[in-house]
């Protein structure tokens, strides 16, 4: 299963920084279209495409020190009940 954690991520980056991170902010910053920025906070995506990783992991590292896939996307094994 894949966690998406972008929304917590966000909040993280927030408190941490105690500056407002607006949606907008990461679309002019990152290149994203707004639209996929919107999206990608208000459910889960279906599909996630490396590049957007890779800019979103880059937009908050810049504010937040050194980041991994981990704090953005999280796997886990599924549970398998017996």
Known sequence: ????????L??????QSGEP???SHIAAET????????WLAARP???????TVDV?????????GPLTTDDLIRFEAPVVSE
């Open 1 to 8: 299963m894949v966690q998406w954690r972008f929304n917590e």
């Open 10 to 15: 966000l909040e993280r980056c927030r408190a």
């Open 21 to 23: 991170v607006l949606l």
């Open 31 to 38: 290149g994203l279209a707004l639209s996929t920025v919107y």
């Open 45 to 51: 995506p279906q599909r996630i495409a490396l590049h």
């Open 56 to 64: 979103l992991l880059g937009f908050f590292a810049r504010r937040m």
